[in-house]
């Protein structure tokens, strides 16, 4: 008999094992998508087709099941609102049938037409199909989160490298462990329906599901925070949504009751030095670090405690977005960090994360090196700790469902489990609270753990009872107190030994009720100093650029005053650069400048090659271009694990029967060269019959004499000055004349493979940096 029919294992361990098992499934059928599901030419997977079977072209009539899922797609585990393992299989569905009934369950004959009394007359009050469909369209939105509302959510699994079991006893951090998790990025402060490229900080949060329940991860990409303590969170969030007169502008930090807090609350300063960065403009969620900001405390299994920093590496490498980029991407796409993400996974790059850990002592006086490890905006270069790998994330699977998973996530620093503790950080005391009573509002009552993404994936038996969305149906008239004799003393509580989690007991000094800081909390400006002195200069040049952005789209001259002074205490160079943008002198330093700060080198994305996986290139070619070297380099593509786009003068296909022709996937007219991670030119196309302003804005002003296309042209010269690699082979070398391409970063040759191997090397490297002047 194999291990997991063993009928004395637990349903703990069975219900471990089909979480493995499902995973592992998951991971395999994603994974072989690039092979099961190609287009009709070409034999090249494009992500980004709607269903699992193409429509037809008259609308159906046969009555049929639905079509089942497409391959990348997953859904919430098929477990009871209390975790029991139901024995449904993983692909379950919550609605399935081939006929159409009321909420009920009883069938309908029709849903296009209103109960009438007679053809034109009136509707009748007993139409009680028109009442139940119109009420519950009515109630279909819940509130939205106040922060973090626009997000993205995916599947994946957890596997567990086993390193870290010396210093925690968390079974999903031993060695060989696996575990189902369900991961949502975000952006803090636009609304659902802002764009996702906005400077702004990012939410990474894991959900894992683990044998001794649900474990949260809820943390950020930048690995400090704008406040200390929690009772300031509210004032944080007000000064950078929308002003309350104008309710403008959306998504945006570039405004002045923004700018107006952090000048004053200079504790912010430091996390936003990091948002000025690169890190407030991430290229995709694939290329984003997470954090999780907090320090914990871990417990091992004799009871030994370490405090602990959480770190997500991905392994993409961390990248950024240009700032001209971000802007354009959020009017040609401003789903473009979700799409990325799903079109990624659906292509079969699966996206993946190595979890790390920094670790310290758990001191009396918790410092390290002279950082307080409970200030949240204070952070342990890793230079000093390094960060330690313990396990791999990998994301498997798009959700089956937007709302049911995505927005019904409910995350909460409290969802602990045995072996990892809190400490006493003020900021992350506060969220303790707050997460749980957001959920309350959001989600309808006290029920939402029983919502099918949030459910543990082990049996729950908590004695909590009724409430609003009640979907489990609890039995007995004792189990739901404690103590009792009439249910046999059930349910029964169990030691550490056992299992059970238990708080650390941290001895408290003795002390006196006050609103106060510690005086280590007064130190505002090193940290900052340390990030900006540890950039590149290419680096600096942006975070001077973003500065002079936002304060410039401020009104309020004081602000921007006040702000240079903050500046002035991190580094008078930078004060100088962004007062020079802002047309103002630039004042000295109110405090003495940080000097013995040391540089942390791990801080800067620039320098280091990264696999490529996943990017898009774009191939620009029409029907006299060289036909042959396009579909040698869209095979070379894909074969790399690389996305190829084809970008021609029209849709449907290229070439002519007789030479096995491909499809296009962008026109001159809908493509645009922030969704490419390069360009590659295969012919010079002329200037296509809706070249013209009337036709297409981007053909430029009035119509001119030219050789190539002007849409081309402009793509080119805009990636160009984004520094992206592009390449070029016979006819297309025409078009790097006519946009007056030359310089770093321009790949050209005799054939397709030489150039791709050129554009793939520059690609390692994200961008092509040496192409932006720096003045830092």
Not at 540 to 550: G, P
Not at 593 to 609: C, H, Q, R, T
Not at 640 to 656: E, F, K, N, R, T
Request: aromatic share 8%; hydrophobic share 40%.
């Amino acid at each position: 008999m194999s291990e997991t029919q063993d009928p004395d294992r637990s349903t703990t361990d069975k219900l471990a094992d089909a979480a493995a098992s499902a995973a592992h499934a998951a991971k395999d059928a994603v994974a072989g998508v690039a092979h099961a599901a190609k287009d009709a030419a070409g034999g090249i997977r494009i992500p980004g087709a709607p269903g699992s079977e193409p429509p037809t072209v008259a609308e159906p009539t046969e009555p049929r099941e639905p079509l089942p899922p497409k391959p990348e797609q997953q859904a919430p585990a098929p477990v009871s609102p209390t975790g029991r393992d139901t024995g449904a299989p993983p692909d379950a569905r919550a609605q399935d049938g081939a006929y159409l009934t009321t909420a009920q369950g009883v069938r309908l004959y029709d849903t296009a037409h209103s109960l009438k009394a007679g053809a034109r007359g009136p509707v009748l009050l007993q139409d009680h199909h028109l009442r139940e469909k119109i009420m519950h369209f009515d109630h279909e939105r819940i509130p939205e989160r106040v922060v973090h509302a626009r997000g993205t959510g995916a599947h994946g699994v957890f596997q567990s490298y086993g390193n870290a079991a010396p210093v925690t006893r968390a079974a999903f951090l031993a060695e060989g462990a696996e575990t189902r998790v369900f991961v949502r990025f975000s952006t803090v402060q636009g609304s659902r329906g802002s764009a996702d490229t906005v400077r702004d900080t990012r939410g990474f949060a894991v959900k894992f599901y683990t044998e001794e329940g649900n474990f949260d991860l809820v943390g950020n990409n930048i690995p400090v925070f704008f406040i200390q303590d929690a009772i300031k969170f509210p004032d944080v969030v007000h000064a950078v949504k929308p002003e309350p007169v104008r309710e403008i502008p959306q998504a945006q930090s570039a405004h002045d009751t923004f700018w107006d807090f952090v000048s004053i609350h200079t504790e912010a300063q430091h996390h936003t030095m990091w948002l000025m960065s690169g890190r407030g403009i991430p290229h995709t969620y694939r290329t984003m670090e997470g954090f999780g900001v907090n320090t914990f405390r871990l417990v091992a299994h004799d009871g030994a405690t370490t405090l602990v920093k959480f770190f997500w590496k991905p392994r993409l490498g961390t990248h950024s977005l240009v700032w001209e980029e971000a802007q354009l991407i959020a009017g040609a796409d401003p789903d473009f960090h979700r799409r990325d993400l799903y079109d990624a996974i659906e292509a079969g790059a699966l996206p993946q994360w190595e979890l790390g850990i920094q670790t310290f002592p758990d001191t009396e006086d918790q410092m390290f090196h002279g950082i307080d490890l409970l200030d949240p905006t204070k952070f342990v270069p890793e230079e000093l700790a390094p960060v330690q790998p313990v396990g791999l994330l990998t994301l498997t699977g798009t959700p089956t469902n937007f709302f049911a998973e995505v927005e019904q996530v409910a995350f909460h620093p409290g969802h602990l489990v045995p072996g990892i503790d809190v400490s006493n950080d003020p900021l992350l005391q506060g969220r303790l609270f707050s997460y749980l009573d957001t959920q309350l509002t959001r989600l309808g009552g006290p029920n939402f753990p029983q919502i099918p993404v949030n459910r543990p994936h082990v049996p729950v038996n908590d004695m909590l009872r009724d409430g609003f969305h009640q979907d489990a149906v609890h039995v007995g008239n004792a189990s739901h107190y404690k103590p009792n004799s009439i249910d046999g003393g059930c349910p029964f509580t169990i030691g550490a030994d056992g299992g059970g989690y238990v708080e650390v007991p941290e001895p408290v000094a003795a002390s006196v009720k006050e609103r106060r800081a510690p005086e280590s909390f007064d130190d505002h400006f090193s940290q900052a100093r340390m990030f900006w002195l540890s950039m590149t200069p290419l680096e600096q040049e942006q975070i001077v650029q973003a500065y002079t952005f936002e304060l410039g789209k401020c009104y309020e001259q004081a602000v921007k005053e006040r702000q240079l002074l903050a500046l002035a205490n991190i580094d008078p160079e930078l004060c100088r650069l962004v007062a020079q943008g802002l047309g103002l002198p630039a004042p000295e330093a109110t405090i003495p400048l940080a000097d013995d700060v040391v540089v942390s080198p791990s801080l800067s994305m620039i320098g280091k090659a990264w696999p490529t996986d996943g990017r898009r290139i774009g191939i620009v070619a029409d029907e006299s271009s060289d036909l042959d070297g396009v579909r040698e380099l869209r095979e070379a593509i894909d074969a790399a694990g690389m996305v190829p786009l084809v970008i021609a003068p029209h849709g449907g296909m290229l070439g002519d029967a007789t030479g096995a022709p491909f499809p296009v996937q962008r026109t001159f007219l809908t493509a645009r060269s922030v969704e490419l991670d390069a360009v590659v030119l295969a012919g010079a196309p002329a200037p296509g019959p809706d070249a013209t302003p009337a036709h297409d804005a981007k053909a430029g002003g009035e119509p001119r004499a030219a050789s190539v296309d002007p849409r081309v042209t402009m793509l080119v010269a805009e990636a160009f000055r984004h520094s992206k690699a592009v390449g070029a082979w016979g006819q297309g070398s025409a078009v790097l004349a006519e946009a007056g391409i030359t310089g770093p970063g321009v790949v050209t040759g005799d054939s397709p493979a030489a150039v791709l191997e050129g554009v793939r090397e520059l690609l390692a490297a994200h961008r092509v940096w040496e192409r932006f002047p720096v003045r830092v």
